[in-house]
Structure formats: structure tokens, C-alpha cells
């Protein structure tokens, strides 16, 4: 299969990328420079003279978050260029965007200085005639004198497949020679998938999208063990997805760590369960990183400890079933900038904390647990202090780039490009590869060719729900996705070869549709689920309980209430985010003796917050409607008596949950010896029990010995007027269930 090239045919590993000629600016003929103060100005942009040492006749004061200024650039011919910008920083270190043409090229960083100097952009595309640069104010105050441009020269950046792991697994090797071969020539197709409850549960609705719209697959699948914690987490079965993406669908899979600490520190003791709202990532937390490492005895040390003694031991899963893994911890650290910008607790206390919080994590999970599955990836910006917060090349295998610059129905289909080629100058001397990990909208490929902003691979964050973004459907253009995914420059699942063997050998990787092949050995035989059956997983002090789909109005559960329990409570709680806010939503349910309860969803005991009962009825109101849509909760059990007397919780188990389908029956459960108000005993109860229940009283009809039992609602022995005066109650919503009711 013949690919297109960029300027041509490449060596294996050979990156094209573009440059400035080896002489200075100002001495160039080429170069050229255009005056900020012939451009235009919005807001309290002002030109100025006073600041000595620039260029032209002035320069512009660019004060205020979301001013513009603009300057016209005119060139011959369209193709690629050196932008510069001449500037003067002289309230401090400042951050601000950059557009060229109207699109959004992501940020720009200047250096505190007294005097005017030049800061390197980037290479960007421009075309011929006039284009136009403009400077959007973030954080303002500073002095912009002019835009230089020069034609870009094409050099060439070998780039490595050594992992910096000596031990590093054969598969890992294996990947990493294949990330290499491909690097320059390819790009490789990814897509993050949702995290648990997303889509009710669904995590392939992503996968599903991108199949039905481009009929490809995207070959990298992004996961993330975010939630295996001590605080409120689970096995929401990302180890198990990885697994099967890998070695059932020969997919690669790279893995985030958004992982979870305390809100609040004082008190806390390694252990504690937490609620989910008090549990963050965010840098809103008095956990301080920089004691993990300073004081060993310290919450923050024992709870990183305990996180990472987790992480180990599904990612020795993984090792243990020959699943290499991209790996990419403590993502994004420098946030929006220097050493304070950092939205993620790992970066709160700078760099030198930060880049020392890494090796330790590398040193615990390769040398203390002896993984070597993996390959490092550290997610990088182009800032003036981007390189303070660098590992180093020895603990470091790709450099990650996440790209957010486009808008709701305005995606921004630019590659970049002068971001990548940053990177490349930053870090491709020690021969990294360098990958778009995240991204809201993904750049266009002709766009990505043309301007040789080979990335390595992209990963587009998942669809949104509540609220939250939605950057497959309104991020994206679907014409983009399809020749994206359709075009031959592009790495799909199907045309991944066996990687985990993959031998580097220097020649051209030209990728075929590969057709699975049967499995040597037959699969051994399983029982199929019940239908509407969930998945059941023990967890401390609570069940696991995913269900195959989605649970509408009401479920079923199986509890075992022994030999001795008379009456058992307990919980089925779920999560539902509401405007970026995680709600935790409580549903009770009731037994007096073993067999299946119902819980009825549309009537949750309460909506919590953190540990605050929401009062606000619009958004119990939506808590309600969301919690019908997931598939997973925790089913907890909360009291426990004998005869009135309290007893042990632990005597009562959940030993099944179930959605009680049309194709099952009746809407009590056939199995159950009982079921309460049912006279007529025809599986539900409504009027004509009562009916029946009082012809029979009256002795102008009968009951059946099972209608007799269902009658006998307060259990006094017989049916009486008192248990059909109930049973009409019920039925009228003056009470809300039936005393002893167990399955209606």
C-alpha cells in the first residue's frame, strides 16, 4: 500500500521538520519584519514609545485579558515559516494566545525581561499574499514591538525506540520498535473512552461512533485507573477492558492516572473511605505533594504509598498477561504555566517537586514491584519553563502535547504545527517521539501533511454527558473524522500488525488490513449470563454491581438474610455528575426474609453532595432521571435485626441483581414463596386483589392457598378487612409500600 509522503520518501524513523536557517535574524535578506503598531488594537491595547530599544516607530501595550492586536504578514508564496515575536516583559513572566488567520494556535510564553527581545513561535504555515497574526491578551501587560518571519529550511530528527527502562518487557520493547518505524511516515489513530456510568455504562460508545461514521477503529484506546483508590474506588474493570483491547482486538492501549487524594488532609487516616465530593485531582486540596517526599511518616507519604500499591497491582495484571501499556502519570503538571499555574495537585508545589515525585514513581513501580510493561510518557508545553518540569531523557520514553483551543460547533482543525516543532527542538535531540495524547478537536490531515506536523499518534477526549463537552459530536466536523480515518497516512486497528513482536530494522513500515486469525485452541465453553443479570464484585463494606445495561424505573436484589435475621436495610448508591459537580444518589430497600427485593429507582432516600443532603428539588429532580440511566452502583447493607434487636450486618449477603425485563414475567418476582397483596395471585397487585380478597371475606368466592398467603399483608395469620383496607391504601399512594411487602 503506497502512502503519501511528506516532501518526498523518508527513512524509517526519519522526521521532516522544519527549522530556522543557521544565521541570525537581522542578517538574513530573507527575513522580514512587521510593525505591531501598523496593525490594529482592540480594548486598551495602546501603541507606544516610551520603553527605548524597539524596532520601527513603537510598539503596542497590551494590557487587558482578551484585547487583541494584529498585524498584517505578507509573503510570496504559500508554505512554511519562522514566526518570531519582538517583546518586552518587563512586569513579568506573562502568557498569552496566539491566532494565525483566525485560528487559534494555543499559547505563547515571555519571559520577564527590561528590555525588547525575540521569543521563537514556531514554524506555521502561511499563504501566499497577506495573512494575519494577531496576539489575544490572557494575562495581559506586556510590550509587543513586531513579528519576524523567515522561510523555514526541512532538516531531518532521528528518533529513537530505546525504552528508558533497561528491563523493559519484550512486548514494551516490541511497541515502542513499532512507535519508532512508524514515527514520521504515519499517524497512528487513537480515542480516550469514557470513564464508569458515562453513557450508562456504555464504554464503547466512542469506539461504536467512530466505526459507524468512518467504518474504522481507532487503533490507540485510552484508559485511565483513576479510580482503583482506598478513598471511594472500585474495579470499575478498566484492567480487564485493557486486557481484551490488547490481546482480543491486538489494539494499543495507552493509560492516564487522574488519581484521587483528600480534599482535606488534617484527619484523615490511609484507609478511610471518603465521599466521591470530597475527593479530588484538582489542586484544591491541602495535600501537599512535596511531603510524600520530604517526610515519610506523613499522611500524604503512606497515602501515596497505598496509591501506588494499587496502581501496581493492576498494572501487573497487565504484565502478567504480555500487555504492554503507553503509561502517562501526572499528566499536564505545569497547567497554565511557570511554577504556580498547575491545576493538578502532583504539580501544586512546583517543579523540582514534581520532576522528583516522578522518578519516585518510576523507582516504586519499576524496581519495588518490578514492573516493565511500560512506556513513560511525559506530557510537555512549549512555556519558557516548560523544560524545568522535564524528568529527564533517562526516565522518559514520547513526549505528550494536549491540545484544547477549539469551541462547541467551532472545532479548530489546525495541527499546530509550530507546537510540534517546538517539541521536536525541545526534546527530539535525545530522540523522543512526540504524541497529540490529548485533543478536543483533531487536527485536519491534509493539514497535518502539508505542514509536516507528524504526530506520533492522537487521542481525542471522550463525549461528554451533563454538560461537560462534547468533543466527538461538536468539537469535530464528521467530514474531518471520515478522511481522517479513511486516509492512508493514518493508522488504523486493522492495520496494526503483531507489535508485541515487532523487530526495529531501520526500513519503511507499510501498514496492510490485517484479518484475525482463528485462535489455535477452540475457546472453552461458558454458561451465558442470565439475561438482565448483573456482574457482582465484593468490595469492603460494599458489592460491586454493574448491570448490562442501563436500570430504568426499578431493580431487583437477591438478598440472604440467614438463618436468623427478621428484618434487613440496606442502599443502592450511584453517581451522577450535574454542572461539573458529582452527586451521589442513595435508593433504600427493605427485607423481612431472604429472596428478591425491589428498588424502586424513582424514589432515592436522598441526594448527597459531599457529605451535604441536597435540599434543591430541580437538581433532585435530574439526579433522579440520571441515576435511571447508569449501570453501575454500590449496593451497601445498613441495618440488620432479629426480632428488633440488632444484629450483625455482616449475617445478610447481596447474592444477585437483576432487571426484571418483559421477557422475564410478571412484575413480582415468579421465584419469591410471597408476594404481599397479591390475592388473586396473577403476579401483580391492583384492584381486582382487592376484589377478590373481599368476595372471598364476604364468602361469595375463594382464594387460593397461595392467594391466601399473598393476602395476609400484616401477617396475623389470616386474610382479614385489615389487610384489604391496606392493600387499597397502597394502591391509592396514601402509603408508599406495604408493611411486609418484599417484591412490589
Request: hydrophobic share 35%; net charge negative; charged share 25%.
Amino acid at each position: 500500500m503506497l502512502r503519501k509522503k511528506l516532501a518526498g520518501s523518508t527513512v524509517a524513523c526519519a522526521m521532516l521538520f522544519n527549522t530556522l536557517l543557521a544565521v541570525p535574524f537581522g542578517v538574513t535578506a530573507a527575513e522580514t519584519k512587521f510593525e505591531f503598531e501598523d496593525g490594529t488594537q482592540t480594548g486598551s491595547a495602546t501603541v507606544l514609545s516610551e520603553q527605548k530599544g524597539f524596532s520601527g516607530t513603537g510598539y503596542v501595550f497590551l494590557q487587558d485579558n482578551a484585547d487583541t492586536i494584529s498585524v498584517t504578514v505578507t509573503v510570496p508564496e504559500t508554505g512554511m515559516y519562522e514566526l518570531n515575536i519582538g517583546y518586552a516583559a518587563i512586569y513579568g513572566d506573562k502568557i498569552q494566545g496566539l491566532e494565525i488567520n483566525g485560528a487559534n494556535q494555543g499559547n505563547v510564553s515571555f519571559a520577564e525581561g527590561k528590555t525588547f527581545e525575540e521569543v521563537k513561535f514556531g514554524t506555521v504555515k502561511l499563504e501566499k499574499g497577506d495573512n494575519t497574526v494577531t496576539i489575544v491578551g490572557s494575562w495581559g501587560w506586556t510590550l509587543f514591538d513586531y513579528v519576524s518571519i523567515a522561510p523555514a529550511e526541512i532538516a531531518k530528527l532521528e528518533c529513537s525506540n530505546k525504552l528508558c527502562d533497561p528491563k523493559a518487557s519484550a512486548e514494551a520493547q516490541g511497541l515502542m520498535n513499532y512507535m519508532a518505524t512508524v514515527y514520521g511516515d504515519y499517524i497512528v489513530s487513537g480515542q480516550q473512552e469514557i470513564y464508569a456510568n458515562g453513557h450508562g455504562g456504555n464504554f464503547e460508545w466512542e469506539f461504536d461512533y467512530l466505526l459507524d461514521l468512518t467504518g474504522k477503529s481507532p487503533a490507540i484506546r485510552g484508559f485511565d485507573f483513576m479510580n482503583y483508590n482506598s478513598l471511594y474506588g472500585w474495579d470499575d474493570g478498566t484492567t480487564d477492558r485493557v486486557i481484551d483491547w490488547v490481546n482480543e482486538k491486538g489494539g494499543i492501549a495507552t493509560a492516564s492516572w487522574h488519581i484521587n487524594v483528600p480534599k482535606e488532609i488534617e484527619g484523615y487516616s490511609v484507609g478511610d473511605k471518603v465521599d466521591w465530593g470530597n475527593a479530588t485531582y484538582s489542586n484544591q486540596t491541602t495535600f501537599s505533594p512535596s511531603k510524600i517526599l520530604s517526610d515519610p511518616e506523613s499522611i500524604e507519604a503512606k497515602y501515596f504509598d497505598n496509591a501506588v500499591e494499587l496502581l501496581a497491582a493492576e498494572l501487573t495484571k497487565l504484565q502478567d498477561a504480555d500487555v504492554p501499556l503507553l503509561f502517562r502519570p501526572f499528566h499536564e503538571a505545569e497547567g497554565s504555566g511557570g511554577e504556580t499555574g498547575s491545576w493538578f495537585w502532583w504539580g501544586k508545589d512546583g517543579s523540582a517537586t514534581y520532576k522528583a515525585l516522578w522518578k519516585l514513581l518510576y523507582e516504586k513501580l519499576t524496581e519495588e514491584y518490578g514492573l516493565h510493561n511500560l512506556i513513560w510518557e511525559f506530557n510537555s508545553y512549549t512555556y519558557a519553563n516548560s523544560k524545568n518540569w522535564y524528568p529527564g531523557d533517562e526516565y522518559v520514553d514520547i513526549i505528550g502535547y494536549d491540545k484544547y483551543n477549539g469551541a462547541a460547533n467551532k472545532p479548530n482543525e489546525s495541527p499546530i504545527s509550530s507546537t510540534f516543532f517546538n517539541l521536536v527542538d525541545m526534546y527530539g535531540g535525545s530522540g523522543k517521539m512526540v504524541a497529540l495524547t490529548e485533543c478536543d478537536t483533531v487536527p485536519a490531515i491534509d493539514a497535518m501533511l502539508e505542514e509536516g506536523a507528524y504526530w506520533s499518534y492522537f487521542c481525542p477526549w471522550y463525549e461528554g454527558e451533563n454538560g461537560s463537552p462534547l468533543f466527538l459530536t461538536e468539537y469535530n466536523n464528521a467530514d474531518t473524522l471520515k478522511k481522517l480515518y479513511q486516509s492512508e497516512a493514518v493508522i488504523t486497528l486493522d492495520e496494526l500488525p503483531d507489535y508485541k513482536t515487532y523487530e526495529y530494522t531501520g526500513e519503511e513500515f507499510v501498514p496492510e488490513p490485517t484479518t484475525p486469525t482463528e485462535p489455535t485452541d477452540p475457546p472453552k465453553p461458558t454458561e451465558p449470563p442470565k439475561e438482565g443479570h448483573a456482574k457482582l464484585t465484593e468490595e469492603t463494606g460494599y458489592v460491586q454491581i454493574v448491570f448490562p445495561e442501563a436500570v430504568g424505573e426499578a431493580v431487583y436484589l437477591v438478598v440472604d438474610l440467614g438463618d436468623e435475621i427478621s428484618y434487613a436495610n440496606g442502599g443502592l448508591g450511584g453517581g451522577v455528575e450535574i454542572g461539573g459537580e458529582y452527586y451521589w444518589v442513595n435508593t433504600p430497600w427493605e427485607a423481612t426474609k431472604s429472596g428478591a427485593v425491589k428498588v424502586d429507582m424513582t424514589k432515592p432516600l436522598n441526594v448527597t453532595l459531599g457529605t451535604e443532603v441536597v435540599e434543591d428539588e430541580e437538581i433532585i429532580a435530574k439526579a433522579i432521571e440520571l441515576i435511571q440511566k447508569q449501570t453501575t452502583f454500590q449496593g451497601q447493607i445498613w441495618w440488620a435485626d432479629i426480632d428488633g434487636e440488632a444484629a450483625n450486618v455482616g449475617d445478610v449477603t447481596i447474592t444477585d441483581a437483576y432487571l426484571l425485563t418483559a421477557a422475564e414475567g410478571p412484575t413480582v418476582d415468579p421465584s419469591d414463596d410471597v408476594a404481599y397483596g397479591d390475592a388473586d395471585d396473577n403476579g401483580k397487585v391492583d384492584i381486582l386483589d382487592i376484589i377478590v380478597l373481599n368476595k372471598a371475606l364476604l364468602g361469595s368466592g375463594s382464594l387460593s392457598d397461595q392467594g391466601a398467603k399473598n393476602a395476609d399483608v400484616d401477617k396475623d395469620g389470616k386474610p382479614s378487612t385489615a389487610d384489604s383496607l391496606m392493600i387499597m391504601k397502597f394502591l391509592v399512594k396514601l402509603i408508599d409500600k406495604l408493611p411486609y411487602e418484599s417484591n412490589n
